[in-house]
């Protein structure tokens, strides 16, 4: 079995190019409608990677190189995997459940663990032997953004960090300040609000591949989730845009199907015990769910 230790600075573009390998395989197989995304550029993930190095715990396997590594990180108690990824050629032999056990044993004692897995039979028998079971699909939904903002719509600011950590809580299931930081520094943040008292945020910008998105964001009640999305939209501007959105957030998934949307494909959310339902949350994608 390859040597599993702790990463430093240095092996993040070795991890990079891991990634880019075994998640260009994935796309292959598993996600058509991200082939034109293809090869993955390593270098675009190593801002991600250097913020989970630096507010979690990241894991190398050598053998005797880097072959796999995994990621986690813990929000409120929540244990959360952000990555798992092991080279093409070193796969089925075990170290993919090497690295997770790793990485579980890293946030012994936390309150709930939980992972967005992809749809590979492989990824997805691992977390539920380790008692991650599905919460609900995380719907890939892709149509044009732009349009007019809705009244009440203005910039998110770090004096709002308040309610969003209460509001993460509620419809995430955790507060995590650290990630908000790094959105703020990676894209642009909206708030909706009416008179005077927020409903909800959310973030839009461009991730790997210059692929554009809305997420995550999150409002108090479903009823304002269309108004949310409508902001976003605005706020990203004419053009091609992605929103992860969970199965169970009807009020997402209606209006972005009546904004001309469809379907791209979908993961799952998987944890150890209910966090949030879902409902009135938009992902921000895998490595930070």
Known sequence: MPRIRRAEEGDLPDAAEIFAAACGRLIEEYHPADR???????AERLPMYRHLLGTGAFFIAEDPGPVGFASAVIRDGVWFLSQLWV?????????GGALLDEALEWGRGCSAFAVLSSV???AR????????????EENDMGGDGGGDAPPGTRPLHADDDAWVAELDRVARGFARPEDHALWRRTGTGVAVERD???????YVGSGPGGKRRVGPGAVR????MPVLLRAALAAIGSGPVRVQVPST???AVNELIRLGFRWYGSSAFLASRPLSDGSTYLSSGGALG
Do not use: E, I, K
Not at 87 to 95: F, V
Not at 125 to 130: A, C, D, E, P, W
């Open 196 to 202: 005077g008292v927020p409903l909800g945020y959310a």
């Open 221 to 224: 009640h479903p009823r304002d």
């Open 125 to 136: 028998t691992l977390y539920l032997r380790r008692s991650m079971f599905p919460r609900w």
């Open 120 to 122: 590979h039979p492989g």
């Open 249 to 251: 957030n009807a009020a």
């Open 87 to 95: 080279h093409p050629d070193h796969q089925a032999g075990g170290l």
């Open 36 to 42: 034109p995304y293809l090869p993955l550029d390593p």
